[in-house]
């Protein structure tokens, strides 16, 4: 096998697994309605869907204890090690969830597994996207910011998946018959592609970069922790944009059904539009950044967030129909594409080779713990305490400008790098 062969046999690897790792992660926000009346009855629904969500935001405490032992992993023993192992970790909470008796089953004890089910997954998705990132933007450093952006398109492709299977479900089978059982079938979905991802990576070859890192000289000999830390908190800061603005549009099939009165179908749909979106842009998002430079890309893009998110929002809630829903959804996806396409090879390029998918992992789970995990919940309780059906968007653009604010200042940090280097 020649050496381009091999490279997008190691990018397909890494592709189909970090897209079902993202399927079965998202396909609970998708069906939280549904696994909220069979995990957490209550007297109104408001506060059924809100222990739901709570229970999806609690699975990301696991998130950061993930990143460093599955990171420290990959710098040490290797990128594929440690998607391997993520790959198991993924397969065996996904089965839990698909398998779980209900709370009138077995009574506590069924919210109780779905949670550890959760800490699970979070633990392994926790070291998914450094070790995925780092393992993508190792392929080719002459197109570093196109082969990174593949890490978010494969989130696209979990997302687009996990919307399809939503719609098809809902078209076939009525409310009860979903709320029952239907809202299963996609975790038997991951449970049965674990196995397969695990097998895939498995084969998969190490990179080249890390294998002549290692050769060199050990992680030890190069780790300096004020530095990465203080690399890691600008990381942590880019990524939050990412995060909200991922989870906006996983949250706004949710609001649009409880706030603009639409049906299951076209909420599904809005969800197949950005996974489609993120699948097809982000690559786009990645072929410029290695033309203009991944960083300046990254500030322009946050700035359109920042410019972009109320405007389109407000003008959904204002003409409520179905094509107005469909061209916003649209329109915050390619926006949300744009940045986060290139944003894991701006991350990469903050870190060396010896400590990257660390690196990467922390930066990444720090955002989406503190700020991504608990988004949804925070657009629920924002607009409970504002009285306004606009407040989730307010949530978005404080994101967008933390994260402008940090590639200022990763921009500001190359620059007296480069002004050291010449001394």
């Given at each position: 096998m020649n050496s381009r062969s091999r490279r997008n046999r190691n990018v397909a690897a890494a592709i189909l697994g970090n897209a079902v790792e993202w399927f079965d992660i998202l396909v609970y926000a998708y069906f939280v309605k549904a696994i909220a009346a069979n995990f957490f009855p209550a007297s109104d629904n408001a506060s059924s869907l809100l222990l739901?969500?709570?229970?999806?935001?609690?699975?990301?405490?696991?998130?950061?204890?993930?990143?460093?032992v599955l990171g420290r992993i990959a710098d040490r023993v290797g990128r594929r090690t440690?998607?391997?192992?993520?790959?198991?970790?993924?397969?065996?909470?996904?089965?839990?969830?698909?398998l779980l008796p209900s709370f009138e089953t077995i009574g506590m004890i069924a919210p109780?597994?779905?949670?550890?089910?959760?800490?699970?997954?979070?633990?392994?998705?926790?070291?998914?996207?450094?070790?995925?990132?780092?393992?993508?933007?190792?392929?080719?450093?002459?197109?570093?910011?196109?082969?990174?952006?593949?890490?978010?398109?494969?989130?696209?492709?979990?997302m687009?998946?996990?919307a399809l299977v939503g719609l098809t479900l809902s078209s076939l089978m009525s409310d009860a018959e979903f709320v029952e059982w239907g809202w299963r079938v996609p975790f038997v979905i991951g449970a049965m592609l674990g196995p397969i991802v695990y097998i895939i990576r498995r084969?998969?070859?190490?990179?080249?970069?890390?294998?002549?890192?290692?050769?060199?000289?050990?992680?030890?000999?190069?780790?300096?922790l004020a530095p990465f830390l203080g690399r890691c908190a600008m990381g942590a800061g880019a990524v939050l944009a990412c995060t909200v603005t991922i989870y906006f549009l996983v949250y706004v099939p949710t609001f649009a059904q409880t706030s603009l009165g639409a049906g299951p179908a076209i909420a599904y749909t809005t969800a197949v539009i950005s996974g489609g979106t993120l699948l097809v842009v982000a690559?786009?998002?990645?072929?410029?950044?290695?033309?203009?430079?991944?960083?300046?890309?990254?500030?322009?893009?946050?700035?359109?967030?920042?410019l972009i998110t109320y405007p389109v929002f407000a003008l959904m809630i204002a003409s409520p129909d179905e094509s107005t829903i469909l061209l916003c959804q649209l329109a915050l996806s390619i926006a949300t594409a744009m940045y986060v396409g290139p944003l894991p090879a701006i991350l990469a390029e903050l870190f060396d080779t010896r400590n990257r998918s660390l690196g990467l992992a922390i930066s990444y789970?720090?955002?989406?713990?503190?700020?991504?995990?608990?988004?949804?919940?925070i657009f629920v309780l924002l607009i409970t305490m504002t009285g306004s059906i606009h407040a989730p968007?307010?949530?978005?653009?404080?994101?967008?400008?933390?994260?402008?604010?940090?590639?200022?200042?990763?921009?500001?940090?190359?620059?007296?790098?480069?002004?050291?280097?010449?001394?």
């Open positions: 739901a969500y709570g229970t999806f935001g609690l699975s990301f405490v696991a998130r950061p204890l993930g990143a460093i440690a998607l391997v192992y993520a790959s198991a970790l993924m397969f065996l909470g996904t089965a839990i969830i698909a109780i597994m779905l949670l550890v089910a959760r800490l699970m997954q979070g633990f392994s998705v926790g070291g998914e996207f450094g070790s995925a990132a780092a393992y993508l933007a190792e392929q080719s450093e002459g197109r570093r910011a196109l082969y990174s952006s593949l890490q978010f398109a494969s989130q696209g492709l979990g687009l998946s996990a084969n998969a070859d190490e990179t080249s970069e890390f294998l002549a890192a290692e050769a060199e000289s050990s992680t030890k000999e190069h780790f300096r690559p786009i998002a990645g072929m410029i950044a290695d033309r203009i430079g991944a960083l300046r890309h990254g500030i322009l893009a946050a700035a359109a967030v920042i789970n720090v955002a989406v713990t503190t700020g991504g995990g608990f988004a949804q919940m968007s307010y949530y978005v653009v404080f994101a967008g400008a933390v994260s402008l604010a940090s590639l200022l200042l990763c921009r500001r940090m190359n620059a007296l790098d480069r002004g050291m280097a010449r001394v």
